[in-house]
C-alpha cells in the first residue's frame, strides 16, 4: 500500500511540473525551465543530466536510422540538456516557434 501512496505523490510532482512548463509563453518555455532548475543546482545532478541527455541524443541519431522513436528520443535528450545549458534552452524554444508556426502554415 505505500507504494501506491508514493507512486501517486511521484506522478502529482510530475503534473505539476508538467502544467508549470505548459504555463509559461511559448517561445520561453524552455529558458523559464532552466531558470527553475537554476535555483537548486547541484555539480552531480549537472553532470547527470547533460549525460543522460547526450546519451538519448546520440540514441536518437542512431533510432533515425533504426527502428525506434529517433526524434522522440532525441528531443527528450535535448530538453535534459536545456534543463542546464541557457543556449540550447534558447535554441529549443526557438524550435518550438518555427515546429508551431510550420503546422499552421501546413494546416492552412
Known amino acids: 500500500m ?8 511521484v506522478f ?21 525551465q532552466h531558470a527553475r532548475m537554476r535555483g537548486g543546482r547541484h555539480a552531480l545532478r549537472t553532470v547527470l543530466a547533460v549525460g543522460c541527455g547526450l546519451l538519448l541524443v546520440t540514441a536518437g541519431l542512431a533510432m533515425l536510422v533504426l527502428p525506434g522513436p529517433g526524434l522522440l528520443t532525441g528531443l527528450v535528450g535535448a530538453a535534459l540538456i536545456a534543463g542546464e545549458s541557457q543556449v540550447v534552452a534558447g535554441w529549443l524554444d526557438g524550435l518550438d516557434l518555427y515546429a508551431v508556426r510550420a503546422w499552421k502554415r501546413w494546416r492552412g
Open 12 to 32: 502529482a510532482g510530475l503534473r505539476r511540473r508538467w502544467h508549470r512548463f505548459f504555463s509559461a509563453p511559448r517561445g520561453a518555455r524552455f529558458r523559464a
Open 2 to 9: 505505500e507504494f501506491c501512496l508514493g507512486s501517486h505523490r
